[in-house]
């Protein structure tokens, strides 16, 4: 019987991390999805860093964007319930592999594959 891809194949807890960043990078194969990947993880240490100057809520203001522009590359590409439950399950190696994703589509903009 062949498999069949579901919102529920998330990878198990035993897997490795190469395992588990090829799996996301099954997440991430719209150009719209990639590129809000960049801007989204871009904005974070922007957030970071506004929140720690003093100005939380220009900060966390900022932490919403980039969370929200993350969340809208994964509802057009149709899938931000597996990218949900990914990041519920392996939340460092979830951010390890979407920044790994953003700069992949930047080192392939610029021509650096």
Not at 29 to 49: E, K, M, Y
Not at 63 to 71: K, W
């Amino acid at each position: 019987m062949a498999s069949v891809s579901c919102l529920c194949d998330a990878p198990a807890m035993g897997v490795t991390y190469e395992e588990f960043a090829a799996q996301h990078r099954t997440q991430h194969v719209t150009p719209v999805n990639r590129w809000c990947a960049v801007v989204g993880n871009s904005l974070v240490p922007v957030a970071a860093v506004t929140a720690l100057t003093g100005r939380l809520k220009a900060g966390a203001a900022l932490f919403a964007l980039a969370n929200a522009t993350v969340v809208a590359g994964h509802i057009a590409e149709g899938n931000l319930a597996r990218a949900t439950r990914d990041l519920r399950q392996h939340p460092i190696w979830g951010v390890r592999a979407d920044v790994a994703v953003a700069a992949a589509t930047v080192r392939s903009a610029l021509g650096r594959h």
